[in-house]
């Protein structure tokens, strides 16, 4: 497979960076890493939440750039059918296409209130009210996902697109110790134990400490 570049920004803050980053991995695509700093000015914007930015993920690939996480795995979907990126089954697909859908284009407070920060955990935490409603909605497509195909991932036996999409959160839940259902809770513990997410959690854990107000409490 030929080699391609995926621009990426915080390992430790960077949600879409990481989702970018395992369907690369989940496709089999070989990838050169290009990491925008963290003083760009519009990096800085997109980690705050301030402002919407297509600097990252970004995957170039003989001649295509492809930006925004879903367009990188209808791509790579494309490219590498055997890899199972979906499911095989038609309407298992369709429905791994909407909840990876809806996790891409929702759950705004659930962002704004618990951002992603690999490197702490706490073991009590404020919960905004307004995210409330977004955590029970992602608990209930877990719960239907798992209970339809069995487990341990969402849609079946192996990672598809949907466990990167939900991947960012489960560790969410987890730095921010959110109560969950035994379920839950039991899923976001094979996305911890990943071996890819293992081996991004050790990449953010070595990175710089630049970005002083995503520190912050918010």
Known sequence: MAVAELTLSSKNYSSWSLRGWLLCRLAGLEVVERMIALDDPENRAELLLLSPSVLVPRLTHEGASVWDTLAIAE?????????????????????????????????????????????????????????????????TIWAECLDRYGGPWLFGQKPTVADTMFAPVAERFLTYAVTLSPASAAYCRTINDWHLIREWIDDARREPDEVEELDYEF
Request: glycine share 6%.
């Open 75 to 139: 791509y790579l979907h494309e490219l590498y059918p055997q890899a199972g990126l979906y499911p095989a089954d038609r309407i298992a697909r369709a429905h791994c296409r909407s909840v990876s859908g809806e996790i891409h284009s929702g759950f705004s407070n659930l962002r704004s209130a618990l951002p992603m920060n690999l490197k702490v955990r706490h073991e009590k935490f404020p919960i905004f009210p307004g995210a409330r409603p977004d955590i029970e909605r992602i608990e």
